[in-house]
T-cell receptor
Framework: AQSVTQLDSHVSVSEGTPVLLRCNYS??????LFWYVQHPNKGLQLLLK??????LVKGINGFEAEFKKSETSFHLTKPSAHMSDAAEYFC???????????????FGTGTLLAVQP | DGGITQSPKYLFRKEGQNVTLSCEQN?????MYWYRQDPGQGLRLIYY???????QKGDIAEGYSVSREKKESFPLTVTSAQKNPTAFYLC???????????FGNGTRLTVT
């Protein structure tokens, strides 16, 4: 069965320092993987997605993620945090057996990123 | 601007009352979804619709109902049968069921 684990429920960084949000997945197949961001009391916005092309995926707002099959990981990084990055981040996996169908997405429990001035 | 509009932003109801949450999109997307979000949990799919006049149960459909009479609209009714209705509800749409989701800004429902 597909599953996704976000290893940290809270991460705190200082402005200007690197961001690392960790995500591990479990899948018997090559999954599609996504990162979404949610600002307080807002909907989710797609940051980036991996669909078996390049393993290093660049997203919006300077974020990127690297798909590592050997480690079953899809960690999200950003070289330098900005105050506006403070939000909750969700790692999401889709099951390729269903053609990556959106109704088969599995959401992680989220990582709340705090950025200190 | 194209997008998804959920209304109201905050909703309060007494236990035992049905309540309907609105979701409208002008993105011309075929697929629409309702998710429930609880603190410390990921999103859970309630219902989805791939096309007008068709919808399917998601993982936690009990106590909820939907309709899809128009492409733009996918209202969710939280019935009195839903045992734990207080939550943040998110509506989303996508061009197809293989495309990324676009989300509305959510409705926070509190039932007392």
């Amino acid at each position: 069965a597909q599953s996704v684990t976000q290893l940290d429920s809270h991460v705190s960084v200082s402005e200007g320092t690197p961001v690392l949000l960790r995500c591990n997945y479990s899948s018997s197949y090559s999954p599609s993987l996504f990162w979404y961001v949610q600002h307080p009391n807002k909907g989710l916005q797609l940051l980036l997605k991996y669909t078996s092309a390049a393993t290093l995926v660049k997203g919006i707002n300077g974020f990127e993620a690297e798909f590592k099959k050997s480690e079953t990981s899809f960690h999200l990084t950003k070289p330098s945090a900005h105050m506006s990055d403070a939000a909750e981040y969700f790692c999401v996996v889709s099951d390729p057996r269903y053609g990556g169908a959106t109704n088969k997405l599995i959401f992680g429990t989220g990582t709340l990123l705090a950025v200190q001035p | 601007d194209g997008g998804i509009t959920q209304s109201p932003k905050y909703l309060f109801r007494k236990e035992g009352q049905n309540v309907t949450l609105s979701c409208e999109q002008n993105l011309n997307h075929d697929a629409m979804y309702w998710y429930r979000q609880d603190p410390g949990q990921g999103l859970r799919l309630i219902y989805y619709s791939q096309i007008v006049n068709d919808f399917q149960k998601g993982d936690i459909a009990e106590g909820y109902s939907v309709s899809r009479e128009k492409k733009e609209s996918f209202p969710l009714t939280v019935t009195s049968a839903q045992k734990n209705p207080t939550a943040f509800y998110l509506c989303a749409s996508s061009i197809s069921t293989e495309s990324p989701l676009h989300f509305g800004n959510g409705t926070r429902l509190t039932v007392t």
